[in-house]
């Protein structure tokens, strides 16, 4: 640092404020400071850093699968958001219990974590961990957490307010696994929007988020003059249903999803979905974790991203 201070031309101060991402020295100078870092092949030493400031500059993922699509855009998105920050990511599966996650997360002295989706349900029934600082992803707001989700029951209202504006007469839900958070508030937002245009709530029909599951519920459905789908996936296996019974999709039915999958566009016919914004989703959880870690600000306890209607031909 002392070398990179002597050939920039400013204090050794300053080359740490650049190192360590301050706001407080101009372009110019910082763009000085990072070209002597170039040329020198200057790098920060992380654990020398954490013995000074007493942290690793890393935080955790902790997740129980990545064959859903919202888990791996998820990792994506905070490994990305977390980059940004100067952290860096590391990946541990709650497949053997949360606890144990926790474990291997200590032991390699993370700062903090980010726990997903099925994984947060784990949160709540156990005691949270010493010394790591947690945010959770999809899951109920807890005493003494910060809870980061999308508006799954807004983007769910939204739907169903979507198919009955187009004319059906009732919209039909094929939902997701019981114990899922994202799953029961998408469930509450339907209900809601056929309560509030006074339409009768039809008994859901339940999947496990694969297409597999939406194509083995197509019988159930064979009726439905409209269906709301939990997922993206769940909606595709119901369309290949629809078109062996030889239902129009969406003259006989109207379908929407959510998630809005990349190949929603090439299903047949392209799915109308609600859009979960998974990166602005992912900077609310690295932001409002960093802000713990380092104490710079307050979390809010709750933090909700909003969700987008997508309008395709599946719903025309």
Excluded at 101 to 111: G, M, S, T, V
Excluded at 118 to 125: D, I, L, P, T
Excluded at 299 to 308: K, N, Q
Aim: with cysteine; aromatic share 4%.
């Amino acid at each position: 640092m002392a070398m990179v201070a002597a050939r920039a031309g400013v204090s050794g101060q300053t080359v740490s404020r650049v190192v360590n991402g301050s706001p407080r020295v101009d372009p110019e100078t910082r763009a000085r400071i990072e070209s002597a870092m170039a040329e020198l092949g200057y790098r920060p030493h992380r654990a020398a850093r954490a013995l000074r400031t007493g942290r690793s500059q890393t935080i955790g993922l902790v997740l129980t699968t990545l064959t859903t699509f919202g888990n791996s855009r998820m990792l994506q998105a905070t490994a990305e958001a977390a980059a940004e920050r100067g952290y860096a990511l590391v990946l541990v599966t709650a497949a053997n219990g949360v606890d144990a996650a926790f474990a291997a997360l200590a032991e390699q002295e993370a700062d903090g974590a980010i726990v997903l989706n099925e994984a947060s349900a784990q949160v709540a029934a156990n005691a949270l961990p010493h010394g790591l600082r947690l945010v959770i992803v999809d899951a109920p707001h807890t005493v003494g957490l910060t809870v980061v989700h999308s508006d799954h029951a807004g983007g769910a209202f939204a739907a169903t307010t979507h198919l009955l504006k187009r004319g059906y007469a009732s919209v039909h839900h094929l939902a997701g696994p019981a114990d899922s958070f994202a799953a029961i508030e998408r469930e509450r937002g339907w209900r809601k929007a056929l309560t509030a245009a006074d339409v009768e709530v039809p008994e859901p029909v339940r999947g496990d988020w694969s297409a597999e599951s939406g194509y083995e519920s197509g019988t159930a459905l064979s009726a439905a003059p409209a269906v709301f789908c939990a997922n993206d996936q769940m909606a595709l296996g119901l369309l290949r249903a629809f078109a062996e019974q030889r239902r129009g999709v969406p003259a006989d039915v109207g379908v929407i999803g959510f998630d809005d999958v990349p190949d929603a566009t090439n299903y047949q016919p392209p799915l109308t979905t609600i859009r979960q914004d998974f990166a602005a989703l992912a900077h609310r959880a690295v932001d409002a974790l960093i802000a713990d870690i380092e104490g710079t600000e307050a979390a809010s306890a709750e933090a909700i991203v909003a969700t987008t209607l997508i309008e395709r031909e599946s719903t025309r």
